[in-house]
Nanobody, 115 residues
Framework: VQVVESGGGLVQPGGSLRLSCAASGFTFSYYPMSWYRQAPGKERELVAMIASTSPITDYAESVKGLFSVARDNAKNTVYLQMNSLKPQDTAVYYC?????????WGQGTQVTVSS
């Protein structure tokens, strides 16, 4: 099982980014996928999740209405569209999946929101 994030970078406040998570090694369409983030000095927190059969989604209160999670089961990829970004969204963003009781994380992608 492998999940690989991409799409992070430096963006100004109010800007947008789309993160991608490419998955392999398991039947992607069977499993819910999640995005987490970890800011410096803080615990890792759940940002968004999407069920195996979209459009069932859930979001952290802090990102509701601003972030959107989606998946393309044909491409084994989950996305996180982040709009109206704020400095407090600065963090390493991780993709997560639990397959047969084992949790797998990607290496993370850095998102920095700064002017």
């Amino acid at each position: 099982v492998q999940v690989v994030e991409s799409g992070g970078g430096l963006v100004q406040p109010g800007g947008s980014l789309r993160l991608s998570c490419a998955a392999s090694g398991f039947t992607f369409s069977y499993y819910p996928m999640s995005w987490y983030r970890q800011a410096p000095g803080k615990e890792r927190e759940l940002v968004a999740m999407i069920a195996s059969t979209s459009p069932i989604t859930d979001y952290a209160e802090s990102v509701k209405g601003l972030f959107s999670v989606a998946r393309d089961n044909a491409k084994n990829t989950v996305y996180l569209q982040m709009n109206s970004l704020k400095p407090q969204d600065t963090a390493v963003y991780y993709c997560r999946v639990q397959v047969l009781g084992t949790v797998y994380w990607g290496q993370g992608t850095q998102v920095t929101v700064s002017s």
